[in-house]
């Protein structure tokens, strides 16, 4: 009885094969994602340390270009000669010269200040005659040395960044010469058009001094809050600079910020803990040699996120691969099962009527051997079988001559024992024949 056939072999082959490749796939992928793990996140990391090497770098530019300005300016013959001896006659002319100076027209408003800290000369009148003496940036500098300072305008009650450079006369410092950045400039210039790739999804950054507190956040808003808590030193000497009148610093929770940015001479890769215990990658990397830096904190989820489409990627790329070995085989397979199918079909017409169909397999392989074999196996059966019904018929002739030989000698027989019985019958014999 045929046997019923759900799935041929070259079905059954695929199908085995299909099975084995998907344990595969999930082998490799579960391979991969716990050996390249620590791998794929160390050069994410190396990633992230590179971006943020190139923001800080970027700022740092922009810093030194309005250094360079702010030093231009002060060193200009008739700002001296100004600051030494202001008169009403001279400022609209020193006001355009400093107007002059706005290169690029990054900066809201430029001022001098005279040795006391009053506004003398500014593109802003509002300025005039302010009194600027508490601000660090003023102490800093009309003691010889330039300075950067961040700090809520006294005036417009905005955010923003000072530069300040000392005007001297000789060796003495008689002024200083202020440039107040516009309000977000330095932001957008530095994070709008340098993070639009991919690194923005996988780290939050950050813009801090050396306070740890927040000037400036990327995406979740956390500006004028603190990594860690301020101690009271640190609350006493920032309420006595101004620069951020009326501000509750409210802390983000990790522990020892503060003192690892002062730590950080250029750049620092830290394990840091928060209030739960939980550990955090710190990035930090100070803005030239002032006491800014810029502070990355890798984005866990997106990271890790990251790392499974990494994995995913290489698993897909193994499915395609698959599939298209799978197509590869299959044609192999067709063209296996062909010559295959030729040798099942010659077997089916030899075993119905004894046909036996030379074979025209030339792979020179073990499917031609197998139907060259077939071949001499089915002649050698039919030569075998016409032996056979040969000796039959020789036999049977044998069989039905003894036959009727026999067959004769009971009819003889018969024929004598009817005789014998006629006579004992005639002569009234009753005894047995001896």
């Known amino acids: 009885m045929p046997v019923l056939i759900k799935l041929n072999f070259q079905n059954k082959i695929l199908v085995r094969v299909i099975i084995v490749f998907i344990l595969l796939a999930v ?16 050069n994410r990391l190396r990633e992230l340390e590179f971006s943020t090497y190139t923001y800080a770098g970027k700022i740092d530019l922009t810093f030194a270009h ?25 400022r609209d002319e020193i006001d355009k010269e400093i107007l002059e100076f706005n290169i690029g027209s990054e900066y809201s408003a430029i001022y001098i200040l005279n040795r006391d ?15 600027f003496s508490f601000r660090d940036y003023f102490t800093k500098s009309i003691q010889g040395t330039p300075h950067i300072q961040v700090a809520v305008g006294i005036l417009d009650s905005e955010f923003t960044y000072f530069f300040s ?3 001297k006369d000789g060796d003495q410092s008689i002024g200083v010469v202020v440039y107040k950045l516009i309000p977000g400039y330095l932001e957008e210039s530095t994070f709008e058009t340098a993070l639009e790739g991919r690194f923005v999804l996988d780290q939050k950054l950050y ?19 603190t990594f860690s808590s301020l101690n009271e030193n640190q609350k006493t000497r920032i309420k006595a600079t101004k620069q951020y009148p009326d501000t509750e610093f ?61 994995v995913l990627g290489v698993i897909a790329l193994i499915f395609v691969i698959m599939v298209a070995a799978l197509v590869i085989l299959s044609v192999f397979l067709s063209a296996l099962l062909k010559n295959l199918s030729k040798i099942i079909s010659n077997v089916e017409l030899f075993r119905k009527d004894g046909t036996v169909i030379k074979s025209t397999i030339k792979t020179r392989d073990e499917l031609e051997l197998l139907s060259n074999s077939f071949y001499e196996l089915s002649k050698e059966l039919v030569k075998e079988k016409s032996a056979i019904e040969a000796k039959i018929a020789e036999r049977t002739a044998q069989l039905e001559k003894i036959n009727k030989t026999l067959i004769g000698r009971e009819l003889k027989m018969i024929e004598l024992k009817e005789k ?14 001896k």
């Open 117 to 131: 800290g009053l506004a003398i000369a500014t593109t802003d009148p509002d300025y005039l005659g302010v009194d």
């Open 420 to 433: 014998i019985k006629k006579y004992e019958d005639a002569n009234g014999n009753n005894q047995p024949n």
């Open 250 to 310: 409210e802390s983000m929770g990790y522990i020892g910020v503060s003192e690892e940015l002062q730590t950080v001479s250029t750049f620092k890769s830290s394990i840091i803990k928060d209030a739960n215990g939980n550990n955090t990658q710190f990035i930090f990397h100070r803005i030239g040699n002032t006491d800014f830096f810029i502070v990355s904190l890798p984005d866990q989820s997106n990271l890790e996120a990251s790392i499974v489409k990494t």
């Open 66 to 90: 309005t250094k360079k300005v702010a030093e231009s300016l002060a060193s200009q013959e008739e700002v001296v000669e100004y600051t030494k001896n202001p008169t009403p006659e001279d």
């Open 207 to 225: 813009i801090t001094d050396y306070n740890s507190i927040i000037l400036y956040d990327y995406q979740e808003g956390n500006e004028f809050k």
């Open 27 to 42: 082998g490799v992928g579960g391979i991969l994602y716990s050996t390249l793990r620590q791998d794929l996140y160390a």
């Open 165 to 167: 450079h000392p005007i």
